[in-house]
Every structure is written in structure tokens, then in C-alpha cells.
């Protein structure tokens, strides 16, 4: 896919900070950590978001989170986790290729607005 970013870090072609790959998902540092470990896991189909998971493609969404543990493993969390998707404007999405953001070392739901 022309101009997405992470298709063009899947294909070597900007640098970045790989921590897995398969033949389905490739996974790397994020940029602008907001935690201790913040992983970016992704599927090499460009897919631009959730909303575009179909019966057709879901398979790969399961390759990404076979790939989870793994990852999770391999950087220690052994005590858990938090995998978070952003999607669209509003979700906060900025990079519009389907991703999951590992976050391991934070109180990610002591972030969450107290209604
Ligand atoms: P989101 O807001 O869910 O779309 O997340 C996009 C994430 O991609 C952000 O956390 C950015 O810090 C990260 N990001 C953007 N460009 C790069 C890059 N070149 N290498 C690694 N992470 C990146
Ligand atoms: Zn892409």
C-alpha cells in the first residue's frame, strides 16, 4: 500500500525496532513508548483498521494474537499485559494500517475516566 508507513517498515524500507516476525505478522518497538515495553504487532496485509476485519481476512487476526504470548514472553511480562486497538478519528488511530499496541509496566485502566 502506497504511503502507509508501517507497510513500508514491513518492507524494510524505513527502519525500526523488530521484536517478531512470521509470515503473517511482523512486530516492532513503537516509536513513542508509553510504557516500559510498547510493541506495535501488525499484520504485513495492509489492512487500514478494524472495520475493515472481514470472514476473509479475521484468520490473520488470529495469527496476531498466537503471536501475542510469544512477544509477551520473550519481554518478560510474565506477570500480564494489556493489547490495545485504536480505531478511527475518534479511537485515536493516527496510523491508518491495523494494529495492536502491547503494553506492558502500566495501569493502563487506571487511565480510564471515572464516569
Ligand atoms: P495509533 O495512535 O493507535 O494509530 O498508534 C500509532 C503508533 O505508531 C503510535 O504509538 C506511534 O508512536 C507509532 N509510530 C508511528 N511511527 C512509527 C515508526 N516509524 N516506528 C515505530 N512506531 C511508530
Ligand atoms: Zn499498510
Do not use: W
Not at 519481554?75 to 494489556?82: I, K, Q, S, V
Not at 490495545?84 to 485502566?109: S, Y
Request: glycine fraction near 8%.
Amino acid at each position: 500500500m502506497e504511503d502507509c508507513i508501517f507497510c513500508k517498515i514491513i518492507a524494510g524500507d524505513i527502519p525500526s525496532s523488530k521484536v517478531y516476525e512470521d509470515e503473517y505478522v511482523y512486530a516492532f518497538r513503537d516509536i513513542n513508548p508509553i510504557a516500559p515495553v510498547h510493541v506495535l504487532i501488525v499484520p504485513k496485509q495492509h489492512i487500514s483498521c478494524a472495520d475493515e476485519i472481514t470472514p476473509e481476512n479475521s484468520f490473520i487476526v488470529s495469527k496476531i494474537f498466537e503471536a501475542i504470548p510469544k512477544i509477551a514472553k520473550a519481554e518478560g511480562l510474565d506477570n500480564g499485559y494489556n493489547v490495545l486497538n485504536n480505531c478511527g478519528e475518534a479511537g485515536g488511530q493516527t496510523v491508518m494500517h491495523l494494529h495492536f499496541h502491547l503494553l506492558g509496566g502500566i495501569d493502563l485502566m487506571g487511565l480510564v475516566q471515572k464516569q
